[in-house]
């Protein structure tokens, strides 16, 4: 079946612009992950979904960032203000509940 | 907090040659072990888990084996191809209400040479 999708696979941007990645897991898959994967800190968790619970935001690295689930699938992360230190790989997983996380592709994300 | 140290890369070897990546973690309880792998340009793939002490995982003709008295899970294969090569990360899971949090070492270029 299909996997999880990211969109857009690149997107180049401007310093103080805002940006909107998106994800779409995998269908039937409750629990949905933002990661971001960068030189200077590796992978490191953003935020997770599971169903239609308020979501744990406890990786965000600043207000600036935010996230949402819509009907409990498809995913929105949001970037206000992009700043350079934003620039990096943003990946998104899903799973059933507890079990394995199954990765995207990943956006890659260029502040200029 | 919970953590996961990698060897540092890269590691270059020659085809047929046996592979270790040193893996180590801190972590609270008993979480729950993992090596994903990222080939050139394409997303992070589950390459073999272990949930328990003293488990061992396996895909592909790697290995590893969860060891809680050394708290680590060191990734290893026999005799590596060209097509291995790519970059391997050893991550451990932190219970998140009903999910699971993946914590992530740093990674390790793996570099096969013909």
């Known amino acids: 079946g299909a996997g999880v999708s990211q969109s857009p696979s690149n997107k180049v941007t401007e310093k103080g612009k805002d940006v909107e990645l998106r994800c779409d897991p995998i269908s039937g898959h409750t629990a949905l992950y933002w990661y971001r994967q960068s030189l200077g800190q590796g992978l490191e968790f953003l935020i997770y979904?599971?169903?239609?619970?308020?979501?744990?935001k406890s990786g965000l690295p600043s207000d600036r960032f935010s996230a949402e689930r819509t009907g409990g699938s498809v995913s929105t992360l949001t970037i206000q203000r992009t700043q350079q230190e934003d620039s990096a790989v943003y990946l998104c997983?899903?799973?059933?509940?507890?079990?394995?996380?199954?990765f995207g592709p990943g956006t890659r994300l260029l502040v200029l | 907090g919970n953590s996961v140290t990698q060897m540092e890369g890269p590691v270059t070897l020659s085809e047929e040659a046996f592979l270790t990546i040193n893996c180590t973690y801190t972590?609270?309880?008993?979480?729950?072990l993992f090596w994903y792998v990222q080939y050139p340009g394409e997303g992070l793939q589950l390459l073999l888990k272990?949930?328990?002490?003293?488990d061992k995982g396996s895909n592909k003709g790697f290995e590893a084996t969860y060891r809680k008295e050394t708290t680590s899970f060191h990734l290893e294969k026999g005799s590596v191809q060209v097509s291995d090569s790519a970059v391997y990360f050893c991550?451990?899971?932190?219970?998140?209400?009903?999910?699971?949090?993946?914590?992530f070492g740093q990674g390790t270029r793996l570099t096969i040479n013909p």
């Open positions: 979904f599971q169903g239609n619970s308020a979501p744990d």
């Open positions: 997983a899903s799973s059933p509940l507890g079990e394995t996380q199954y």
């Open positions: 991550a451990l899971s932190e219970r998140l209400g009903g999910a699971q949090k993946l914590v």
């Open positions: 972590a609270t309880g008993y979480p729950s």
């Open positions: 272990a949930t328990k002490a003293d």
